[in-house]
Structures are given as C-alpha cells and as structure tokens.
C-alpha cells in the first residue's frame, strides 16, 4: 500500500487549530454542559488523570454520536478528534464540526493522511480522542480493537489516557433518529505504561484496560462520579 495520500484524502484537512479553546468550541461547551446535565445527569471521574499541557491522547470505547460531546464536556481543554469522512460532507454539520478540532478519516481504506494528521495534531499539542474499536457497539460492549492504534501511539509519543463511556448506547443507539434522555457515565484512566510493549501487546492493553473499566463503572466502583 502507498503511504502517500490521495488528493481525494488530504482536500478535507485545514490546519490544525490552536491547542486553545475556539470560539465555536467555548460556545459549544457552554451551551451543551447545562442540556448534558438535565438530559443525560451527565456524570464523570478521573478528569486529573488527563494532562493540563501537551499532546494526549485519549483512547475510549464507542457507544453513540454522543461520545465526543460526552468526552469533551468535562474536560478544561479542547479535544480534536477523526469522524468518519462521509459526515463532513453533510451541510452545515460538516462545517461545524470542523470548527470542533474534528478531521476525517475514511475507513477502511488504511487511510495514511488521517494517521499522519493524527500524529502531527497530537505533536502540536493537542488532545486527540480516538475510538479504537472504530465503529459504534451494537450492544453497549467493548468490540475488538483496531491494531492500527498501536502506530499512532508508537509514532506520537505521548501519554496515552484511557477513557470508559457508558449510558450513550441507551440514549442514541444505532438505528434511533435522535437522542432521548438515559444516565451517561464518563471515566478517564491513569495514562497507560507502554514502555516496552510491542504492537500486538499495546492493542491487549488498551483492550483489557477498556474493559476493565467499563466493568468497574458499571459495578460501581467510581464512588466519586460527580
């Protein structure tokens, strides 16, 4: 496979906004804390464990469309984060969620652009949100992690924060027009020890971590959820 991008592929990325807030992105953060409280008693633990200054990446489960606002919303910096390439096609959306730090990604197709955009966004400084599974679940559980994850850790070299989100599935699952209102629970994890592993080995911790937590969250073990 060439490592070169298509046209087609790099047409879509602008340059990387500031690691700061945007306005689009303080108005949206303002806008959406009150309506994830009242629609989702939206509720979270763990924001010290992801790092105040330099590129992070952070690597959660996929349940709903929600996950990137659910992500973001209790965290005091801005995240970027890839979406499948067909939604910044969509009028207005699209704009918008450039204006979010959001880049596409084409799936399926070994998308070398995404992953070098990946790489250089997380070098300048900016928290990047990834969904290793690389689709929504069906039922709420952690699917299989993509390997191609463990390139970007091992290319960006940065700390690798583990996130669990759980409620989404029940509030936008595959198939449902719009939201409607469930509990959502979001958890960030301690940066992971990657020092020394291997690619097959980085893609079984983030798997067995993703799980862990997901499982603790759900038996209630994050007693300081706030």
Known sequence: MSTEPSAAATQHFPPAAPAGKTPVWGLGQMICRPLAAA???LRFSGVSNVPRTGGVLLLSNHQ???DPVMLALPLPRPMSFLAKAELFDVPVFGWLI???NAFPVRRGEGDVAAVRQAIRRLREGHVLTI???GTRTRDGEIGPIQPGVAMIVRRAGVPVVPAVIDGAHIAWPRGQRWPAPARVRVVYGRPLLLEGTNAPQTVELIGRTLREMLQRLRGGEYAELR
């Open 64 to 66: 709903s469309f929600l």
């Open 131 to 133: 969904f290793p599974e």
């Open 98 to 100: 450039r204006q979010l």
């Open 39 to 41: 629609l989702f008693d």
